[in-house]
């Protein structure tokens, strides 16, 4: 079974800061046939369910601000949040799509420090 | 625009049975799966299955197996949930859940707005 694992669990960062969260595969999300990762990213507000954010492991889901980047390939991916807002505070999980069985990562919360 | 809608707040007793809906609209139903989610108090999603909005097709995770079924009604655009012989450890909040792809793997665009399940003696 793939396992996803993030790190770090929690992170606090300045207003206007960047934020780096991690997210490892035991298994590659890339398809050779395509050359695509299978990889979201998702954002949790307490209270809601989640939002997606980013899929193919880069691609901005619409709507979703600038500030929010995807990067990374094969087993090892990041997202970036590079100037940090009171909104971003939230729980950001990644996810893989690799197989039909909806593996998320155990989740990294973001607060202001 | 889409949306998914669920049914209510349910409390249930250990041993008992919960049956949680999700009627969806704003897409032709046929074309998409609806993957069930949940997400226990302060923790993280895990994956209960996913059923086809073409024939029923379903597929469960391997934790749910023989305790968790999943039907369509395609009169109502309607997906339902029955989880059987709840434990204390089922209480959640469950989502349903509409990825962007017509089989069980993709991404999760739309999201229904959650049910929690509560299971107290």
């Known amino acids: 079974d793939i396992v996803m694992t993030q790190s770090p669990d929690s992170l606090a960062v300045s207003l206007g800061e960047r934020a780096t969260i991690h997210c490892k595969s035991n298994?590659?999300?890339?398809?050779?046939?395509?050359?695509?990762?299978?990889l979201a990213w998702y954002q949790q507000r307490s209270g809601q369910p989640p939002r997606l954010l980013l899929y193919?492991?880069?691609t901005r889901e619409s709507g979703v601000p600038d500030r929010f980047r995807g990067s990374g390939s094969g087993t090892d991916f990041t997202l970036t949040i590079t100037s940090l807002q009171p909104e971003d505070v939230a729980v950001y999980y990644c996810q893989q799509y690799y197989t039909s069985s909806w593996i998320f990562g155990q989740g990294t919360r973001v607060e202001i420090k | 625009q889409v949306q998914l809608v669920q049914s209510g707040h349910e409390v249930k007793k250990p041993g008992a049975s919960v049956k949680v809906s999700c009627k969806a609209s704003g897409y032709n139903f046929n074309t998409y799966g609806i993957t069930w989610m949940r997400q226990a108090p302060g923790q993280g999603l895990e994956w209960v299955g996913w059923?086809?909005?073409?024939?029923?097709?379903?597929n469960y995770a391997q934790n749910f197996q023989g305790r968790v079924s999943m039907t369509i009604d395609t009169s109502t655009n309607s997906v339902y949930m029955e989880l059987k012989s709840l434990t204390s450890h089922d209480t959640a909040v469950y989502f349903c859940?509409?990825?962007?792809?017509?089989?069980?793997?993709?991404?999760?665009?739309?999201w229904g707005q959650g049910t929690l399940v509560t299971v107290s003696s």
């Open positions: 859940v509409r990825a962007d792809s017509k089989s069980a793997a993709g991404w999760g665009r739309f």
């Open positions: 298994q590659t999300l890339l398809y050779s046939s395509n050359k695509k990762n299978y």
């Open positions: 059923i086809s909005g073409y024939d029923g097709t379903t």
């Open positions: 193919w492991a880069s």
